[in-house]
């Protein structure tokens, strides 16, 4: 079973831009969760999709938004950015949104902000 | 809110060796899970080990155990026979059980463990 995969690897942005990062979770799974990495702030979460609907958000200003289609791919996208939101960015999936289902994490997105 | 606590930034054991990492929380829920997740160095975060709050028995999996003290609300991570691939960041993360919070991991900072040969 293919593993939860995120593209691109990496990316370089300069401030004001804005950018999409895409996350494929494990077929049959319909929970995707996205995670912001930095070395300040360490792991913090953004949202949860599950069935495209948004389930959970964390504080994150509204710049921050992010979708899931019907075969549960998630996308996230980040605006105007700022040099702060350099970070790795990671999604896991998870069979459902149970607070016991594992959630499976992906190889993540490197985003550099000039 | 929850908050999880990794008070050890950095670790080092000697292989074959045993070594425990620790983490608190703070938590006013009684229906919650507890996890210990490995990230080894430009690798995939995978899952350790999980302890759910309703269980007393500490969980245990092959080399890894936890001792999960939940009026101290205390939840450490013991790895016996440490091995050269333990090396890794390890993170400890707290998930409530209530419904409306869905997927939402909450992280310490982080204990890098150093296995030394």
């Known amino acids: 079973k293919a593993g939860v995969t995120q593209t691109p690897r990496y990316l370089i942005k300069t401030r004001g831009q804005q950018v999409t990062l895409s996350c494929s979770p494990i077929s049959g799974h319909r929970s995707v969760s996205w995670y912001q990495q930095t070395p300040g702030q360490g792991l913090q979460f953004l949202f949860e999709?599950?069935?495209?609907?948004?389930?959970n958000k964390g504080n994150f200003p509204g710049r921050f938004s992010g979708r899931q289609f019907s075969n549960s791919r998630s996308e996230m996208n980040v605006s105007t950015l700022e040099l702060g939101d350099s970070a790795l960015y990671l999604c896991?999936?998870?069979?459902?949104?149970?607070?016991?289902?594992?959630?499976?994490f992906g190889p993540g997105t490197r985003l550099t902000v000039l | 809110a929850q908050t999880v606590t990794q008070s050890q930034p950095e670790m080092s054991v000697q292989e074959a060796e045993t070594v425990t990492l620790s983490c608190t929380y703070d938590t006013s829920e009684s229906d919650y899970y507890l996890f210990w997740y490995k990230q080894p160095p430009s690798r995939q975060m995978i899952l350790v080990i999980r302890?759910?709050?309703?269980?007393?028995q500490n969980a245990t999996e092959n080399r890894f155990s936890v001792n999960f003290q939940k009026a101290a609300k205390s939840f450490s991570l013991k790895i016996s026979d440490s091995q050269l691939g333990d090396a890794a960041m390890y993170f400890c993360?707290?998930?409530?059980?209530?419904?409306?919070?869905?997927?939402?991991?909450?992280f310490g900072q982080g204990t890098e463990l150093s296995v030394k040969p």
């Open positions: 302890q759910e709050a309703y269980k007393q």
């Open positions: 993360a707290y998930r409530s059980g209530a419904y409306n919070q869905g997927g939402k991991l909450i």
């Open positions: 896991a999936s998870s069979s459902t949104s149970l607070a016991y289902n594992e959630q499976f």
């Open positions: 999709y599950f069935s495209e609907t948004q389930r």
